[in-house]
């Protein structure tokens, strides 16, 4: 079935240093990809998201470009706050009416000024 | 443009009693989906509802049931409740289509004793 893959975190990273983080998926058809992040005690707001193949989402100065040809969609950001700190999710959805989200494990971001 | 809320924030239950979790999805958005989010099993779909249907359906037990009513908004009934079903009980919406992303209430701490 399908699935997604994240890299295992947590990432530590000093303020302003350059963020990727790996995202990889499996999936029949052609999926709509996604990053959520969820912040400590809080639900979870999408930060970006692609629909087709070499579409680029981004937002808040983060990005990731949906790679049909290797299966990824790889967040980057060029210079992380204090404020990023938080556990990002890479999802998928097989783009079909009904159809769940389905996420990989979470990868934990702490910035440390 | 309200958000989706999720009632209660907060909800501590017994063993053996049974517990309702209600959402309120955005305005205009006519699907519904629920995850339960727990350290060890991640982020998994319980079921969706649209227009009043249930669509879809994940692994879970009979014990966990939904329903949608007329103005959209759901809710999740857990009966018999289990040690185990202790965890935070997310509420998506979503236009018909998957494409448009899912938008994430801030959940339900459900603990279980």
């Known amino acids: 079935g399908d699935s997604v893959t994240q890299m295992e975190g947590p990432v530590t990273l000093s303020e302003e240093a350059f963020l990727t983080i790996n995202c990889t998926y499996t999936?029949?058809?052609?999926?709509?990809l996604f990053w959520y992040v969820q912040y400590p005690g809080e639900g979870l707001q999408l930060l970006l998201k692609?629909?087709?193949?070499?579409d680029k989402g981004s937002n808040k100065g983060f990005e990731a470009t949906y790679r049909k040809e290797t299966t990824s969609f790889h967040l980057e950001k060029g210079s992380v706050q204090v404020s990023d700190s938080a556990v990002y999710f890479c999802?998928?959805?097989?783009?079909?009416?009904?159809?769940?989200?389905?996420f990989g494990k979470g990868t934990t971001l702490s910035v440390s000024s | 443009k309200a958000g989706v809320t999720q009632t209660p924030r907060y909800l501590i239950k017994t063993r053996g009693q049974q517990v309702t979790l209600s959402c309120s999805p955005i305005?205009?958005?006519?699907?519904v989906s629920w995850y339960q989010q727990t350290p060890g099993q991640g982020l998994q779909f319980l079921f969706e509802?649209?227009?009043?249907?249930?669509?879809n359906k994940g692994n879970f037990p009979g014990r966990f049931s939904g329903r949608q009513f007329s103005n959209s908004r759901s809710e999740m009934n857990v009966s018999t409740l289990e040690l185990g079903d202790s965890a935070l009980y997310l509420c998506?919406?979503?236009?018909?289509?998957?494409?448009?992303?899912?938008?994430f209430g801030s959940g339900t701490r459900l603990t279980v004793v």
């Open positions: 998506a919406s979503s236009l018909e289509s998957p494409n448009y992303g899912y938008t």
């Open positions: 999936a029949t058809g052609y999926p709509s």
């Open positions: 692609a629909t087709k193949a070499d």
């Open positions: 999802a998928l959805t097989p783009n079909q009416a009904g159809t769940a989200l389905i």
């Open positions: 305005s205009g958005h006519r699907s």
């Open positions: 509802y649209f227009s009043e249907t249930q669509r």
